[in-house]
């Protein structure tokens, strides 16, 4: 794995989070009250950046079709705005959950691995 160095963790607030260009894609860096996590940053329903969605209960609320993806795990909670049921399965397809990265915080400097 690739280790990116992405600038300073204090540019990253307490429940707050950023997205950087990393090897090639996008990835959203999250400080859950001093909790690193990183993921795509790009939904996986239509591409919309999720960096301009909300930070809420551990989860970020894409701006596009409110899925909604745990940062902690990439699972996604709620697929186009519905809970993920057999139901929305069917008709909306198969929800696809955003793929997270290892990130830490070294000498004041957020890593993550690619």
Request: glycine share 12%; charged share 20%; aromatic share 6%.
């Amino acid at each position: 794995m690739a280790r990116f160095e992405l600038g300073a963790a204090a540019d990253i607030p307490s429940n707050s989070m950023r997205a950087f260009p990393v090897g090639g894609r996008r990835v959203l860096v999250v400080n859950l009250d001093g909790e690193w996590c990183a993921l795509d940053d790009i939904c996986p329903h239509l591409a919309v950046p999720l960096n301009r969605g909300e930070l809420k209960d551990g989860c970020v609320i894409c701006p596009g079709h409110g899925s909604v993806f745990a940062v902690r795990t990439g699972e996604v909670k709620r697929w186009v705005g519905k809970p993920v049921t057999w139901l929305t399965r069917l008709t909306e397809g198969r929800p696809t959950g955003a793929r997270t990265y290892p990130v830490t915080v070294e000498s004041g400097q957020v890593i993550v691995e690619l």
